[in-house]
């Protein structure tokens, strides 16, 4: 296997034109940018689907997962027909699994968890970090200690990397989750809903700091084992 030439881009693409046509072209560098929604709305997904479109842009990435191992996360991510394997070989794509069963479950714990995330995040060479997810250290974080590490995580992004974010919806309630998604530069919301006899995932674009026209932007998908995301025409989701 030869090494391929890294020529960087941009634009973070998720490698799929439909979704980045909905996100007005793709993430903007130097951001931070929240995945937020419900169980089983794609979270994840997205998030690999960003990976995948990164990596193929030649980023390096730092992968923080508290829901995979390293193996599980590749065989996720092969089984959605995103082969990265060569990538995390070639050392492109750094996996770090969060394994949280025998720490101390304490808000001070949690605290001194969270910082030790920010200052390796601050010390990796990888331009772009994904966390999968944020949601289990809320409920041993204040309010106050989340939107610590919220905002060493944007002085990161202004010191040049790109971080993405995940999070269940149900994590805290509408007020304080209006105070976290404020410090976010982009805001992607994933829903389930019903179209006749099926569920689809629906993204939303509530808001891309820096690019035009994308607020409110939908774009509906549905994912299959075996074969990955597929995007579905807004005229088939709304039969």
């Not at 959605?80 to 025998?102: C, N, R, T």
């Not at 001070?108 to 200052?119: A, P």
């Not at 010390?123 to 999968?132: L, N």
């Not at 990161?156 to 530069?185: M, N, P, Q, W």
Request: proline share 2%; charged share 25%; net charge negative.
């Amino acid at each position: 296997m030869a090494e391929v030439i890294r020529k960087k881009v941009d634009v973070i693409s998720t490698g799929n034109s439909e979704i980045d046509k909905g996100l007005g072209g793709g993430m903007p560098p130097k951001s931070l940018t929240l995945i937020e929604g419900e169980n089983d709305t794609g979270k994840s997904v997205m998030l690999q689907q960003f990976t995948w479109g990164a990596l193929r842009q030649y980023h390096n990435i730092a992968y923080y997962t508290t829901e995979n191992t390293t193996k599980s996360f590749l065989s996720q991510m092969g089984s959605l027909s995103l082969d990265v394997s060569d990538h995390f070989a070639w050392g492109y794509l750094k996996i770090y699994p969060l394994q949280l069963e025998e720490i101390e479950w304490s808000e001070d714990q949690m605290r001194k968890m969270l910082h030790l995330i920010s200052t390796h995040i601050n010390k990796s060479k990888e331009e772009i970090v994904m966390i999968d997810s944020l949601t289990v250290f809320t409920t041993y974080s204040t309010e106050n200690d989340i939107m610590d590490f919220l905002t060493d995580c944007k002085f990161i992004c202004d010191g040049g990397k790109t971080l993405f974010i995940t999070l269940h919806k149900h994590a805290y309630e509408e007020d304080a989750l209006v105070r976290i998604r404020s410090i976010f530069d982009g805001h992607i919301v994933l829903l389930k809903e019903q179209v006749g006899d099926r569920f689809i995932n629906v993204l939303q674009v509530s808001k891309v700091r820096g690019a035009t026209k994308t607020t409110g932007n939908i774009v509906s998908f549905e994912v299959h084992p075996g074969f990955g995301l597929r995007v579905i025409p807004i005229t088939q989701a709304q039969l």
